[in-house]
């Protein structure tokens, strides 16, 4: 699933006070889970099963963690607003307490950390060490999470935030986590386009129309009358040679 956080910092750096927030805790569920339950990630899911989860999440750390999947979901796929985004966010460090081995939780609090920061310019700073620190944790306890999430969601994150001082942003680091994102699963389309994205910034013209290359290869059609689709590749391969030259 694409993971974009689209940070609107224009307001932010305004205000004072852009420090992290804590991550809350919730109520301790009664015993420690020895796993999570297995369950697709994104599969589908209503809003009344939204909010039955999260009734049920005080209770039931697995009801925390399908909740979180169950709001990044609705969010995404089903126009969800910023309490749903929050709500799944709650759900999501609720689950991190639960189960701190899963990189289904530290995953899905990290995306939905950045959903709520989509909706609301004015937490966007502040939720950008959330984002980082649960994504890096994903990373290191499966990198292959949501077709190479947990690195798509890195590199996004340094392409789009403020650079320093203001905050982490930073474009070859961006590269950087792309790349080992287009290497785990280099057909995903938002792997390729996110390190194209970043090459540009990095002014790496030749690469970035590589990548290029690569993703159109990928997405050829299998009919193609007259060849226009792979002449068209045959002329950007040309196009990309030329600008080795330069």
Not at 31 to 40: H, K, L, T
Not at 68 to 84: K, P, T
Not at 228 to 245: F, I, K, M, N, S
Request: proline share 6%; net charge negative; with cysteine.
């Amino acid at each position: 699933m694409k993971v974009v956080i689209f940070f609107l910092f224009g307001v932010i750096c305004t205000l004072s006070g852009c420090v992290a927030p804590s991550v809350e805790t919730g109520i301790p569920v009664a015993g420690v889970p020895a796993a999570p339950e297995s369950f697709d990630l994104w599969e589908s899911c209503d809003s009344a099963q939204a909010e039955a989860y999260r009734k049920a999440a005080d209770q039931d750390a697995n009801a925390a963690l399908r909740g979180a999947a169950c709001y990044a979901y609705l969010v995404e796929r089903a126009s969800g607003d910023l309490d749903a985004a929050e709500n799944g966010r709650k759900l999501a460090e609720k689950a991190v307490v639960a189960f701190p081995e899963s990189a289904e939780a530290h995953y899905l609090l990290g995306y939905l950390a950045g959903l709520v920061a989509q909706r609301n310019s004015l937490r966007a700073l502040s939720l950008v060490p959330v984002i980082e620190r649960e994504a890096l944790v994903a990373i290191e306890l499966n990198p292959s999470l949501d077709q190479a999430g947990p690195a798509r969601m890195l590199g996004d994150l340094y392409l789009r935030a403020p650079e320093f001082p203001v905050s982490i942003g930073d474009p070859s680091l961006a590269v950087e986590y792309f790349r080992q994102a287009v290497e785990l699963f280099p057909d995903q389309a938002d792997n390729r386009l996110g390190l194209i994205e970043a090459l540009l910034v990095e002014d790496q013209t030749a690469d970035a129309c590589r990548q290029l290359q690569n993703l159109w290869q990928g997405l050829a059609p299998e009919e193609d009358p007259g060849s226009v689709w792979q002449r068209g590749l045959d002329l950007q391969l040309r196009l990309c040679e030329g600008l080795d030259d330069n």
